[in-house]
């Protein structure tokens, strides 16, 4: 992604916040990826970060104190969750090595300008022993399909993503020094059809509409 399109993209959510975080409102989507991303049983730890914390919604679900995020009108949404933000990109975190328990993006990989920078700051500022959680929409099932759809349709929240297979997000935690320790995959139902509470498959699925990846820095 180019710095204009990256720009761009964070100023959509900038200039919507209000609208981004209405959609988690009482919302079954956001209650399927949550359960998967509970079910890896990650151990509460802190200090913990999430990159692209947003308005901090998947922030107060898994306890990350501290966000980061280039666009600015989420942060104070954020805030008021009690999460400690810092408007900042996450190719260069603004944290000193190994400061940091567990390290979270969810939904943040695809709008990012070098996601394999994005990582090794991760790397970086992430404890030798701590957790990487990775969430994405994988653009090989229904649901990537149908973003893929909104973003060739320029819509306002996707026309500058780009969207990667489970293959693609291996590759680039594996070059970033990261390696999945486990990973669940959920949301079989249809875009715009979704009725039914899930529960997540402990397998990596590239039909699934979510993933959710735990990584470390060493292989188990």
């Keep these: 992604m ?36 509970k079910s890896l049983q990650i151990p509460q730890a802190t200090p913990a970060l999430e990159i692209g914390v947003g308005p901090g919604r998947f922030a107060t679900e898994f306890g990350s104190d501290f966000g980061i995020d280039p666009a600015n009108a989420p942060l104070h949404i954020a805030a008021k969750r009690n999460i400690k933000v810092c ?19 969810f939904f943040t990989l695809c709008f990012v300008q070098n996601p394999e920078k994005v990582l090794t700051e991760a790397h970086r500022v992430l404890r030798d022993d701590g957790d990487m959680l990775l ?50 995959s959920t949301l079989y139902q249809a875009p715009e059809s979704v009725d039914t509470m899930e529960t997540a498959r402990s397998e990596l699925d590239n039909q699934a509409g979510f993933i959710a990846l735990h990584a470390k820095k060493h292989i188990s």
């Design 2 to 37: 180019q710095e204009k399109s990256w720009r761009q993209s964070s100023a959509v959510f900038h200039k919507r916040a209000a609208e981004y975080d209405s959609w988690f409102e009482e919302s079954l989507l956001f209650a399927i990826e949550t359960e998967a991303i």
């Design 87 to 105: 408007q900042a990109v996450g190719e260069a975190l603004p944290f000193l090595d190994k400061s940091f328990a567990k390290v979270s993006l």
């Design 135 to 184: 969430g994405f929409v994988p653009s090989t099932g229904q649901w990537g399909k149908a973003l893929l759809k909104k973003k060739e349709a320029k819509h306002p929240f996707y026309e500058h993503a780009r969207f990667y297979s489970i293959d693609d997000c291996e590759t680039l935690l594996r070059n970033s020094g990261l390696f999945i320790h486990d990973a669940r």
